[in-house]
Structures are given as structure tokens and as C-alpha cells.
């Protein structure tokens, strides 16, 4: 009986993250070399799956490293993959890595954000934004998902603030189907919530860039001006460890000549000061 239940959870968690990402039981059993009769079987239970045939359904199901050590272990099997602190001497090349990233970025903004969005690093100009935001949302762990989207953040600062929640309440909600974390459910919940600031935009003026890179981030500055980004996402590909498989390393460049001329003027001086002292 016991091993009867262990295999329905395991199968029960297999079918979520299926009907997750909208695969038929037929599409995933070809993905991943077994028959749908048998990945049927597994799902409901009467058929107790061995660990290849585990790893192989999650490869397939593309799932984070942290959901492929559950599925073992609501199996019965040992994680395939360990899970570090940051701060381990193992990860050290990771964080030698991230300051590298960030320091050869600058003075443009970049922030480093683990599973839950939770802040590990960020670059000279977003710790400059930092006076913008209520303190009370700067309390560790500082959420970078709340800062950017809550009223009292730099929600207010955003111009296109409808565009660009869109688009991250987009990354959060994949996020949720592919790992079922309620932890991360929560946090869509919360930050989907948030009003819209007073005196927010939410249509702007298309730009041939911003049809072309999309979505834009364009902030409104305390002085009346803007500033322009477009985003790229870079991962630790070959990561065989859940922690620093789990980070994102989020990096806003210009999309205009004025904002890469404003940076380079106003916040590059600034970060050849800090490195000076």
C-alpha cells in the first residue's frame, strides 16, 4: 500500500506539470522514449516509474533542477543534483562570475535575482533608484518583483507600467506552471494585485524600436526627462547545481542614444568613484 501511494503522488505531480505546460500524455511519452500507455499508467499510480525513466520525463518537461530532485524523492530516489549556498566556496567561480557580469555592464542597470526574485546583486544605477522606493519594501529579503510593480516603488516611475507588468506577471505565471511552487503562486497572486499608481500612463507612443525590441522600460525622471531600456535574461545554462541554476542575471541596455550618453555622463563617474575608494 505504501508503495501504491508513493506512486500516485509521484504520478499526480507528473500529471500537474503536464497539464501545466498543456502537453498530452502522448507528446510527453514521445519526448521522452517511453510508451503513453506507460507514462498513463505512472500517472495514475499503477505503474511505480524507476529513476531514468523520472529523469527523462522531467527533461522533457523542461523542469527546473529544484522539481527534478522532488519527483526523485517523492520516488523514493536519492536528488541528482546537489543544492549549495550561495556562499559556498563551491560556488565561488558562480559569484566571481555574477561580479564580472554586473561590473562589466556598468553604467548600465542589471540586478541578479534567485528563484523567488529575491535580490543577490545589482549594479551602481539601481542601488541610485533605491531612494525612489519605500523603505519598507527594501527590508531583506528585498523582492525585486515587488519593488518594480508596487505603488510605493518604481511602479510610479514606469511610463509604460501596463506594458511592462504584463510582461513580467507573464515570466512569474510560467513560472508557476512549470513548477507548481506555491511559494511563487503567492507572490503572482500578490504583485497581480497592485494598483495602478495615480497619474500612471498605460498608453505610450510606439516607437520603431519598441516594435522591434519589446518590451521597452521607459522611467520618468525626477526631473521630468526619460530614460529608455530593453532587457535580455541570461542563465547559468549548464548549471548542475539547483542554486545558481536558479538565478537570473536581468540586463537593461539603452534603447536610444540619449539614455547610453545620460548614463555614461551622470553614472559613469560614479562608478569610476567607487572603484577608486
Known sequence: MADLALGTEVGALLRTWREG????????????????????FIETGRSKPGRDV?????????L?????????LEAGFAPAFPQLSLQDAVLTPVRDALDLIIKGHEPYPAIVVDRGWNLVAASTVMVLLMPLVNPSLLEPPVNAMRV??????????????????AYFLGRLERQVSVTGDSELAALLEEVAGF?????TS?????????????????????????VSFFATVLTFGTAAEVTASELSIE????????????????????VQDARRT
Open 64 to 72: 527546473p533542477l529544484r522539481e527534478r530532485n522532488r519527483l526523485l
Open 21 to 40: 505546460q498543456q502537453l498530452s500524455q502522448l507528446a510527453l511519452a514521445v519526448n521522452a522514449g517511453i510508451s503513453a500507455r506507460h507514462l498513463s
Open 195 to 199: 494598483p495602478d499608481p495615480p497619474g
Open 251 to 270: 540586463l537593461g541596455f539603452p534603447a536610444d542614444a540619449a539614455t547610453a550618453e545620460l548614463l555614461e555622463g551622470v553614472v559613469g563617474p560614479l
Open 54 to 62: 523520472l529523469l527523462r520525463l522531467a527533461e522533457s518537461l523542461h
Open 148 to 165: 518594480g510593480l508596487h505603488p510605493e516603488g518604481l511602479a510610479p516611475w514606469v511610463v509604460n507600467l501596463a506594458e511592462v507588468r
Open 202 to 226: 498605460i498608453h505610450t507612443e510606439m516607437s520603431v524600436s519598441r516594435e522591434i525590441l519589446t518590451p521597452q522600460m521607459i522611467f520618468r525622471l525626477p526631473d521630468g526627462g526619460q
